[in-house]
C-alpha cells in the first residue's frame, strides 16, 4: 500500500507565546508526510526553490519519505508562510504568504505517485488538487483539507475539488465558511452534500468529530501540558488518519471500526505534533510512542463502569 501527498512544503516563520522559529521546515504536504511515514509508504509531490538545501530533502528522506517528486524550480523561492498564535492556540493569525514556486507549478508525477492507493491533497491552491486528483486514477482513497484563504478567494474551485474527493478533512470553522451552517452536524451533512462520503471537523485541542453516512463519532484532544506550537497538527492528524487507512487497505467504503481506529491515530499524531515547533518532535517521533499513547487514549475514552 502507498500513499501520495501533494500540499505546500514551506518556510514557516512562527511566534506562539512559548517561543518563535524563523524559517523553519513546514507547509501541509511536509507535516502530512512525516506523519503517515509512520504507517506506509509516502510520495511527496510538489515545488521547492533554489533556497530549499539538501539538507531539508534529508530530514525527509531518513524518516523514509520518497522525495522523487520534489521538483527544484531553478531561480525560484520556496512557498513561505508566517503566522502567530496567541494565547488561544486552536486559532492562527496569518501574517504573510508567498506561494512564490506554487504560483506556475505544474505537476508531473512519476508512476510510483499516480498509482497510490491513498491521496491527501493537502492545504493549496483547488486547481492544483484538482490536477493531482485527475493524474492518480487508481487512487481507492482521496482526500482533501484546505483553509479560509481558498475559501475566500477560489471558492468554486474548491467546491469542485470537493466534489472529486470521497473525505474532506476540515477545520470546524472552515465548514461553517464553506456551508454557511452554524450548526457543525448540518454543516458536515451539507459538505457531504457536494459528493464526499466522510467528513473529518477537527476542532484544535478540543479533539475531531467523523461524519458518515453510517453515522457519527468524535474523539477528544489528548490534554498535553506542554503544548508550544500547534502548526501542522492538522496535517498530522490527516497523516495518522490516511497513513493507518492506507496501512489497512481501507478505501473509501472503510467502514466505522476502522474509521474510529484512524480518528485515534489521527489524533495521536497531532497531540505529538504540538509539543514542539513545526515538524520537530514529529521528527524524533518512534512507533513506541505511538502506541502507548493509543493506549492512553483507549483509556482515557473508555467510559463503561467495568
Ligand atoms: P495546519 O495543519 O493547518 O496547522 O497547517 C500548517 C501549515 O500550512 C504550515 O506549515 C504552512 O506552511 C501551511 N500553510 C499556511 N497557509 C497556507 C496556504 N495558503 N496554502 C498552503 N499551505 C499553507
Redesign the pocket.
Same mark, same amino acid.
Request: no cysteine.
Given at each position: 500500500m502507498s500513499l501520495t501527498v501533494v500540499?505546500?512544503i514551506?518556510? /514557516?516563520s512562527v511566534r506562539t507565546p512559548f517561543g518563535e522559529r524563523e524559517r523553519m521546515l513546514?507547509?501541509?504536504a511536509?507535516?502530512f508526510a512525516l506523519a503517515a511515514t509512520m504507517f506506509s509508504e509516502v510520495h511527496v509531490v510538489g515545488p521547492v526553490g533554489d533556497d530549499f538545501g539538501e539538507e531539508h530533502l534529508d530530514l525527509l528522506r531518513e524518516r523514509g519519505v520518497d522525495v522523487a517528486d520534489v521538483e527544484r524550480v531553478p531561480g525560484g523561492e520556496t512557498?513561505f +508562510?508566517a503566522?502567530h498564535y496567541e494565547h488561544d492556540l486552536n486559532v @492562527?493569525h496569518?501574517d504573510d504568504?508567498q %506561494?512564490n514556486v506554487?504560483g506556475e507549478f505544474e505537476p508531473k508525477l512519476s508512476d510510483a505517485s499516480r498509482s497510490a492507493d491513498t491521496l491527501f491533497l !493537502?492545504?493549496?491552491?483547488p486547481e492544483l488538487q484538482r490536477r493531482v486528483r485527475a493524474a492518480c486514477d487508481r487512487t481507492s482513497l482521496a482526500a482533501l483539507?484546505s483553509?479560509n %484563504? +481558498?475559501i475566500a478567494t477560489a471558492r468554486e474551485s474548491l467546491v469542485a475539488a470537493i466534489g472529486e474527493v470521497d473525505c474532506v478533512m476540515l477545520?470546524d470553522a472552515e465548514i461553517r465558511e464553506l456551508t454557511g451552517e452554524a450548526n457543525l452536524a448540518r454543516g458536515a451533512r451539507a459538505v457531504m452534500g457536494l459528493g464526499p462520503r466522510i467528513v473529518v471537523a477537527k476542532r484544535g485541542e478540543y479533539g475531531a468529530a467523523l461524519f458518515t453516512e453510517h453515522g457519527f463519532f468524535a474523539l477528544p484532544g489528548l490534554l498535553i501540558e506542554d503544548v508550544r506550537d500547534?502548526? !501542522?497538527? !492538522? /496535517?498530522?492528524? @490527516?497523516g495518522g488518519f490516511l497513513g493507518y487507512l492506507d496501512r489497512e487497505g481501507a478505501g473509501a467504503d472503510a467502514g466505522l471500526p476502522s474509521l474510529r481506529r484512524a480518528m485515534a491515530y489521527g489524533t495521536v499524531l497531532a497531540s505529538f505534533n504540538v509539543e514542539d515547533f !513545526?515538524t520537530e518532535r514529529i521528527l524524533r517521533l518512534s512507533p513506541d510512542e505511538v502506541e502507548a499513547r493509543l493506549a492512553e487514549l483507549e483509556a482515557l475514552t473508555r467510559i463503561s463502569a467495568s
Open positions: 500540499g505546500s514551506a518556510f /514557516d513546514g507547509g501541509s511536509v507535516h512557498f +508562510w503566522g @492562527a496569518t504568504t %506561494l506554487f !493537502g492545504n493549496i491552491q483539507d483553509m %484563504l +481558498w477545520n500547534p502548526t !501542522g497538527a !492538522g /496535517d498530522s492528524f @490527516a !513545526g
